[in-house]
């Protein structure tokens, strides 16, 4: 399994940026990264995906090493709205399995 | 469009009992994926349809659990003689194209499903 693992929680003030790190070490060579959103009693929601260097969307930007064992979320200027778990995902090997893990829990101070 | 539905939002039944799970794909997508997450836990990959055939069934725990999907579209989860450890939220999901690495899986409200 194309495991991850995520800082369990983090906090942040509203206005600032927050980067989330994530740890894949058995990143499958042909394998995209992607990352979820999910917030209490909804299901997980698509947030950006990426194979390497710099991704930039409408609400996030994704920077993944050239060794691509690790990436990095960042989330310009939150706000209290996004307050959720954030889980990053490898693909999983011909099955397309995914493996979510615990994610992390962001929680946005006022 | 409408995204994914499932019904029902919410299933309490008693332990040994029979439930079934529906799941509305959004139209078109011929991938689709059972996901069940226990309260802290991320989803844990059940099952994977692609058209009417199960591409991958290693994630269902044990035989109590089966899922259809007949005409290619809805779905539906089976759990026979239900276990309170069955308890959990069971998340659908469905993508585009051919359940590739890098499809965006769209995802349900879920089910949240309770044996006592």
């Known amino acids: 399994l194309a495991k991850t693992t995520q800082p369990i929680s983090m906090d942040s003030y509203e206005g600032q940026e927050v980067n989330i790190t994530c740890s894949h070490n058995n990143i499958a060579t042909n394998d995209y990264i992607t990352w979820y959103q999910q917030f209490p009693s909804q299901g997980p929601r698509f947030i950006i995906q990426?194979?390497?260097t710099k991704v930039t969307n409408e609400v996030a930007s994704l920077f993944i090493p050239a060794d691509r064992k690790s990436s990095t979320l960042s989330l310009p200027r939150v706000s209290l709205s996004d307050t959720a778990v954030y889980y990053c995902?490898?693909?999983?090997?011909?099955?397309?399995?995914?493996?979510f893990g615990t994610g992390t829990s962001l929680t946005v101070i006022p | 469009g409408a995204g994914v539905s499932q019904t029902p939002s919410n299933k309490v039944t008693e332990k040994g009992k029979y439930v079934e799970l529906r799941c509305d794909p959004i139209?078109?997508?011929?991938?689709l994926y059972w996901y069940r997450q226990s309260l802290g836990q991320g989803p844990e990959f059940l099952i994977y349809?692609?058209?009417?055939?199960?591409?991958?069934d290693s994630g269902l725990p044990n035989d109590r659990f089966f899922a259809v999907r007949p005409e290619g579209s809805v779905s539906t989860l089976k759990i026979q003689r239900t276990e309170r450890g069955d308890s959990a939220v069971y998340l659908c999901?469905?993508?585009?194209?051919?359940?590739?690495?890098?499809?965006?899986?769209?995802f349900g409200p879920g089910t949240r499903l309770t044996v006592l």
């Open positions: 995902l490898v693909g999983e090997g011909v099955g397309n399995q995914f493996y």
């Open positions: 990426g194979y390497k």
């Open positions: 999901a469905s993508s585009l194209t051919a359940g590739g690495r890098t499809d965006t899986q769209y």
């Open positions: 139209s078109g997508h011929t991938a």
């Open positions: 349809f692609q058209g009417t055939g199960a591409a991958d």
